[in-house]
């Protein structure tokens, strides 16, 4: 019987310690966020992908319509933004973050660009997704 009880202690014990915390999944966001606020206004737009899923299956949807795949939407923002002047210093007004499941939530937000070429502003919705224990953007929405 004790034998059994440990049994299931140490299983419980160990489902625990594998969730997170809604917090934590926040704080874990946030720092992505922060890492493509970083790259970006380094004019390291490589770096600020880092954030997205590498995958052909990522849809971004701007202005211009939906742009599908990792490979395409990296072009995009390397035509929209080609030198240092047009991607410029970057900062984010988080609005809300909502968990939608398990290992996925949206982000609302606005951004905002102080560059030579004339600053800009919008607003965004992106969707996080947990994927081999990394949140990744697999879904944005930008304008």
Known sequence: MNKLFLLLFVLCTCNSFSQTTEKEDKDAIMAVLKAQRIAWSKNNIEGFMEGYWKSDSLKFYGVNGVTL???????????????????????????????????????????????????????????????????????????
Do not use: Q
Request: charged fraction near 30%.
């Open 69 to 143: 795949g990792w490979e395409n939407t990296l072009d995009r923002y390397e035509k929209g933004y080609p030198s240092e002047a047009h991607t410029g210093k970057l900062s984010y007004k988080i609005n809300d973050i909502t968990k939608i499941s398990d290992d996925a939530y949206y982000v609302l937000g606005e951004y905002h660009l102080k560059r030579e070429v004339g600053n800009a502003d919008g607003i965004f919705m992106l969707v996080f997704k947990r994927i081999d224990g990394e949140w990744k953007i697999i879904a944005d929405t930008s304008c």
